[in-house]
């Protein structure tokens, strides 16, 4: 079995509440190290067995076409991870 | 400035109903290379200089306490990476 690790991050311009409200929260933890916090998607996809170049190119178009909204999100990576 | 990445991931033995509504999906666009899909959630922190251990120390510790539930969820990795 393979596994490919597809990343998505909301692009830079857009707002992410979720972040903001996470950045909010982490002081009542005691945590003050960060500047900012964002939010995004990681999937993992499995193949039956090692990963192919046609496994990878499946991801990439499943990662613009279907698990990230071009418009707002940029797929950061997708690349074949170690079992 | 520094940026450090957190991945958390559904527990394997917990059912993960987007996954499979995504896995289901992928048909439409001509993709079944894939036998399983798991759907997380991936968090880039910024710190104001390079990361630091305590930085470092400070984003497990948010990634237990606040970014996932240890119930349902794994942290799969924290790691300081390049801009």
Not at 17 to 44: C, H, N
């Amino acid at each position: 079995m393979g596994r490919i690790v597809v990343d998505i991050m909301p692009k830079p311009e857009i707002l992410d509440p979720q972040g903001k409200a996470i950045l909010g929260a982490l002081p009542r933890i005691g945590i003050d190290s960060f500047t900012s916090v964002r939010q995004g998607k990681r999937f993992e996809l499995a193949t039956e067995g090692e990963v192919t170049q046609k496994d990878l190119d499946a991801a990439k178009e499943a990662a613009t076409e279907l698990l990230s909204n071009p418009i707002i999100e940029n797929v950061v990576r997708v690349e074949a991870v170690e079992e």
